[in-house]
């Protein structure tokens, strides 16, 4: 079973938000909370795609809102990017997570758990119609350009794909973890502010 067998076929945003919280698609839902789905405008040029909700967002409901996500924003600000116009994603829409004492610790989505989810990333596309994808981490960037792609390949570079534009980059998590995370900001910075010039072609 994948999430294809809960992904309501010509509906809207609002119809696949309302659709994916009753999503069974693969084994996660019995342990994470609500289905976190994407948000913004459902017409935007660009869509962000992370990897999954983290334990905030699981919690309260809405995408990117914890360090990883308050560390975006400030990123797409420096980048010139408002976060108004654009939507925000993840590849696989519940927070899969191990257990520690009473912390829950993030555990990476598996190959099996990204390609169950990714209907309704595909459903939100063709509800979107963006130009251009930007895929935050790994797992977003293999989700849509198979699991043997390497963001230390192509990181930073336009690659066509199914109709739109996908500009690979890091997870914000990443820069948070880095130890040189000052020198890492500003390289991420520097990715998001490509986006703006490619949309003006």
């Given at each position: 079973m ?8 010509h ?9 994916a ?19 913004g ?24 809102i ?24 993840n ?13 829950r ?6 190959r ?20 251009l ?5 790994a ?8 699991p043997s ?5 192509h ?9 739109y534009?996908v ?35």
């Amino acid at each position: 079973m994948t999430a294809a067998d809960f992904v309501p076929q010509h509906a809207g945003l609002p119809g696949l938000r309302k659709a994916a919280r009753d999503c069974q698609g693969c084994a996660l839902y019995r342990f994470a909370g609500p289905t976190v789905f994407g948000e913004g405008r459902a017409d935007a040029d660009i869509v962000l795609l992370g990897e999954q909700p983290g334990d905030q967002e699981d919690r309260v409901g809405h995408p990117f809102i914890g360090p990883a996500g308050r560390l975006l924003d400030r990123a797409l600000a420096d980048a010139g990017i408002d976060r108004d116009q654009v939507y925000v994603t993840n590849a696989v829409k519940h927070f899969k997570f191990t257990e520690r004492g009473k912390r829950r610790i993030h555990q990476q989505p598996n190959r099996t758990e990204v390609v169950a989810c990714a209907p309704w990333f595909d459903a939100e596309i063709r509800a979107i119609g963006p130009r251009l994808v930007v895929c935050l981490g790994a797992v977003a960037a293999q989700s849509l350009l198979g699991p043997s792609f390497r963001i230390t390949s192509h990181r930073g570079q336009f690659l066509p794909h199914a109709g739109y534009v996908v500009l690979p980059t890091v997870h914000p998590a990443s820069v948070l973890r880095n130890p040189d995370r000052d020198r890492a900001y500003l390289a991420f910075v520097a990715d998001l502010k490509c986006v703006a010039p490619r949309l003006a072609r």
